[in-house]
């Protein structure tokens, strides 16, 4: 049964990488890369769908007079495996394969779906999606084109290619390095988790398109165990890469990373409850940007009007040394895509431009409504949901201090450095997130760790009260994390320098 | 249909002996749902599909995996089972994986749940266009001009589902739902547009409340928003309003289940017949009422259903442990997961307990937030009301609880008289005292 989903959650799972990568560039790679050479014609292979079959539902999906409406064939497959107890010893794949069909009217949507890529099914799914129009034809199908895209996460190796056998060390691996680094770890599990999506999107107005997106984790946990009290931690990393970018190195910077982080966690305070600066530093906090202005500048609640962003573009919203972006072209990472679920190539977007609020994230409803581009935010969770703007990577630009005059200009106030959940209301602006782990500012200097603790502020209030950015930009390179909305969950990245808001609420335990 | 699942079920089981599998559990899900929502008096979205998806466990050589899958394409199917138990071989042996012993699957009920609306397939789509214009238009009326959007919606479907193992046991289930639900965005001073929505979710269609109720809901919850403040931090009571008790209660839930105990991430694991809350909290899971969304006859493992009291007036008595994480710890297997949860209503009205404690703060929804399952801390931000002289005054934005489970369950004052009927989780709302919201 399906929820009642209230939007806009993410999960991280675990934190920040500690390289810190080059700004973005298109990789050098070219057109028609691996991936998507071998993606190409994939499911005319391997399931017989043809142009001329894609006429055929198209036609079927405009006959009540829809102005658009498009094909999007998935084929994902999905494997997991996982460590308990010291052994690998549970695998789970998933297998997902089916057509959405949409129809788009204006600003409404019909949609329909089916797992059998028959033509009489598709058709049938085709005449639902038709119903959201009621008239005749009026805008046929062109003539598709193949889009040519470059490609942010070229691959080596295909996972299919890759052994189970070669997998399961790796995973092993993690779990042996861990015990040896604390005699007080007590528990560790492990996850090795890849994926082929294989996309095909067909649309009326004359695109095809399609994409070997892949995804990838390592991920662990670890409980540790002192004096009677347990403490738990977890790391990982990964994104678009395929399987040789885990190699010795990463699986030591996991292991001592999730220990370390689980046993400061005994010597961890509590901070105090009430308004404070706030520092965030580089790399997973900018889950933050995500909530405070991300969600609020995707299109769809801004031509609803329900956004409280909905009337700011072109207005100062921040200092000229914040300047916002969302990417979808940085190498590997999690969000990026060649493609977007709509046909629209994956791009980079400027949200704020040195503090002036400059554009909305579009799908192609919302930028036929705007009278603006695509930016290539249309994507969706699989086939059987119709596309919505959605982020990609969000992350702020590096500045002009350094981290510790930013340390200590907050003077006294909280450092946050592992960020695990976050929300927000997308018309008041208000937002929260959860530190999993930070640590006290005292007198301008870093000090007790803390963790548990949830801090809430306001999108635009938070904006206009960033004072200070560090030139440390960091990207997060974890694999996990996920961000919702209507009910569909997609792969986002994040990233940020280090950073001072002024003011924010922070939940601690005492007044 | 029902048949044609069993079918299905059967040659999986199949396909995967043949394969070299020693054992295996199946299971097949179909589903049918048409979904539409309404904006500015016209369809915004209409949404139909049916899916089916097998679901298959492994057990081979004493190692053990799982699959999904959409493409049950008979040569595709066979050779998925086929490579999924070759590479189950290669995993490492686990002694506690097996099938669970067939005496837990006896003793099933023979119930009629009220699982299934007998009238389903006679919904027209012209009723459920006129079931969400009738909540849009309520929703507007009430918003008044204080609307900027609203969106209306419904959602019903129809499952079936097929459970069976290849050591004895088969159960077949079936389900109608039906969802309504408006969400309101309205004018505030400034750059505020705060919204709330109004839903039921019922299994009979019957028990829709009418369609204004909805819209009227989500109208009223949203202009009970205007004019939110920061307020300055303050230890003061606070109810949490029933629909949102499961937000809330589930970080003291997921440190219940075996999984957690085991891997030594529950802070309740040493706590089975202690105190751990105030003897107002007594919670019980019951598969059995009818028309509630948990009810069941059998649960994942194929045990046969029971009711179970969990915590009895602040005492933890029981765990959620399945077959796997009960062999494992050595105990015995209780249910791997919660059909319906009931916390006992008390006898006051939410309003007269406002009135009772004078000041404090209603929260009717939370942000962002988190709760740790090994050590029991949560930190949470809210939505609500400030009340004083038992009448809200002033809505709260930007503000937040923190507690530690062990602890703010102990200070449950009061459960109100309001279950919540629209959830699995059947919570009233419930009182708690000296909690620290931080705010200004």
């Known amino acids: 049964m399906k929820k009642m989903t209230r939007r806009n959650f993410i999960k991280t799972g675990a934190s920040a990488a500690a390289a810190t990568l080059a700004f973005p560039t298109i990789l050098s790679r070219g057109w028609y890369s691996f991936a998507q050479a071998e993606g190409a014609g994939y499911f005319e292979r391997e399931f017989g769908i043809t142009d001329g079959l894609c006429r055929k539902i198209l036609a079927e999906a405009l006959a009540r007079g829809g102005d658009l409406a498009d094909l999007f064939f998935e084929h994902t497959i999905s494997n997991y495996l996982i460590l308990e107890d010291g052994k690998v010893n549970r695998a789970y794949c998933d297998v997902a394969l089916g057509v959405g069909i949409r129809t788009v009217k204006g600003e409404q949507v019909g949609y329909g779906f089916t797992q059998e890529l028959s033509e009489k099914t598709m058709r049938a799914a085709a005449a639902t999606a038709a119903t959201i129009a009621a008239g005749a034809v009026k805008n046929p199908a062109r003539e598709f084109t193949r889009i040519r895209t470059a490609d942010y996460y070229p691959l080596k190796t295909l996972f299919s290619a890759v052994p189970l056998e070669t997998k399961l060390p790796l995973v092993q691996a993690v779990n042996d390095r861990r015990f040896a680094l604390s005699p007080l770890v007590v528990k560790v599990n492990a996850q090795f988790h890849d994926q082929q999506k294989r996309i095909l999107v067909v649309t009326s107005d004359g695109v095809k398109a399609e994409d070997l997106q892949p995804r990838s984790y390592l991920a662990a946990g670890v409980v540790a165990e002192k004096n009677g009290r347990r403490e738990r931690a977890g790391w990982n990393f990964g994104g678009r890469r395929d399987f040789s970018y885990f190699a010795s190195a990463i699986v030591d910077e996991i292991a001592k990373t999730a220990v370390s982080r689980a046993l400061i966690q005994f010597d961890a305070v509590q901070p105090p409850a009430g308004e404070m600066p706030v520092v965030l530093g580089p790399g997973v906090t900018g889950v933050l940007l995500h909530e405070a202005i991300g969600h609020g500048m995707e299109a769809d609640f801004n031509r609803k009007k329900i956004s409280t962003f909905c009337t700011m573009i072109g207005e100062k919203v921040a200092e000229p040394f914040v300047t916002i972006v969302d990417d979808g072209t940085v190498p590997n990472l999690l969000g990026s895509i060649n493609v977007d679920d709509e046909g629209t190539p994956g791009q980079k977007t400027v949200l704020v431009d040195k503090g002036i609020l400059t554009s909305f994230i579009h799908d192609k409803i919302s930028a036929k409504f705007y009278g603006v581009k695509p930016t290539g935010n249309g994507r969706r969770q699989s086939y059987q949901h119709y596309p919505i703007p959605r982020m990609r990577n969000t992350y702020m630009e590096a500045g002009p201090a350094t981290s510790d005059e930013v340390i200590k200009a907050a003077g006294k106030g909280i450092y946050v450095e592992d960020v695990s959940n976050g929300q927000v209301k997308i018309g008041e602006g208000d937002f929260a997130f959860y530190v999993s782990q930070g640590r006290m500012i005292e007198n301008g200097k870093l000090g007790a760790p803390i963790k548990d603790v949830n801090i809430m502020g306001n999108g635009p209030k938070m904006l206009a009260n960033t004072t200070m950015v560090a030139g440390d930009f960091q990207f997060h390179q974890g694999g996990t994390g996920a961000c919702g909305k209507d009910g569909q969950a997609a792969p986002c990245g994040f990233g940020q320098p280090t950073c001072l808001v002024r003011s924010m609420t922070v939940g601690g335990l005492k007044g | ?440």
Not at chain 2, 156 to 182: K, P
């Open chain 2, 1 to 440: 249909m029902k048949q044609e699942l069993y079918n299905l079920a059967e040659s999986g089981i199949q396909m995967a002996k043949s394969a070299g599998a020693a054992a295996c559990r199946i299971g097949i899900d179909t589903e049918r749902t048409v979904e539409i929502s309404y904006r500015e008096r016209k369809p915004e979205n209409i949404k139909e599909a049916s899916t089916k998806a097998l679901s298959l466990e492994i057990f081979v050589d004493g190692r053990y995996s799982s699959m999904n899958t959409s493409d049950l394409r008979k040569d595709a199917l066979k050779d998925f089972i086929g490579r999924a138990v070759a590479q189950t071989k290669l995993l490492a042996e686990d002694p506690f994986r097996s099938l669970p012993d067939p005496k837990y699957y006896q003793g099933r009920q023979e119930l009629d749940l009220g699982n299934v609306d007998p009238d389903y397939n006679t919904l027209s789509p012209d009723e459920r266009h006129a079931f969400v214009k009738a909540i849009e238009e309520a929703c507007l009326a009430k918003g008044g001009d204080k609307v900027i959007s609203v969106t209306a919606g419904s959602n019903d479907g129809y499952g079936e589902s097929v459970l069976m193992t290849s050591n004895g046991f088969d159960g077949y289930s079936e389900v109608t739902y039906f969802v309504g639900s408006a969400e309101m965005t309205g004018k505030d001073e400034g750059d505020r547009r705060p919204a709330e929505y109004g839903v039921a979710v019922v299994l009979q269609r019957k028990d829709l409340p009418k369609p204004e109720m909805i819209g009227i809901d989500a109208a009223r919850r949203t202009l009970a928003l205007f004019g939110a403040k920061k307020l300055k931090t303050e230890t003061l009571p606070i109810i949490i309003e029933n629909r949102v008790v499961a937000r809330f209660g589930g970080g003291f839930l997921q440190a219940m289940f075996g999984r957690g105990i085991q891997q030594k991430q529950s802070f309740l694991a040493d706590k089975k017949g202690q105190k751990v809350a105030s003897d107002k909290l007594t919670l019980i899971d019951d598969p059995f009422i009818k028309g509630a969304l948990g009810s069941r006859l059998f649960d994942n493992d194929g045990f046969a259903a029971k009711k179970r009291v969990m915590i009895d007036a602040g005492v933890l008595k029981e765990f959620y442990v399945d077959w796997y994480y009960s062999r494992k710890l050595g105990w015995e297997p209780t249910t791997g997961s919660p059909s319906t949860l009931i916390i006992p209503p008390g006898k006051r009205s939410v309003a007269d307990i406002m009135k009772d404690l004078g000041r404090g703060i209603l929260i009717t929804g939370f942000i962002g937030g988190n709760s740790n399952s090994t050590t029991g801390d949560t930190s949470i931000g809210i939505v609500g009301q400030l009340f004083e002289n038992g009448v809200p005054v002033q809505a709260v934005s930007e503000m937040n609880i923190a507690d530690n489970h062990l602890n703010i369950w102990q200070r449950l004052a009061e459960a109100a008289n309001d279950p919540y009927p629209y959830s699995q989780q059947r919570f009233p709302s419930l009182v708690f005292t000296d909690v620290v919201v931080s705010g200004i």
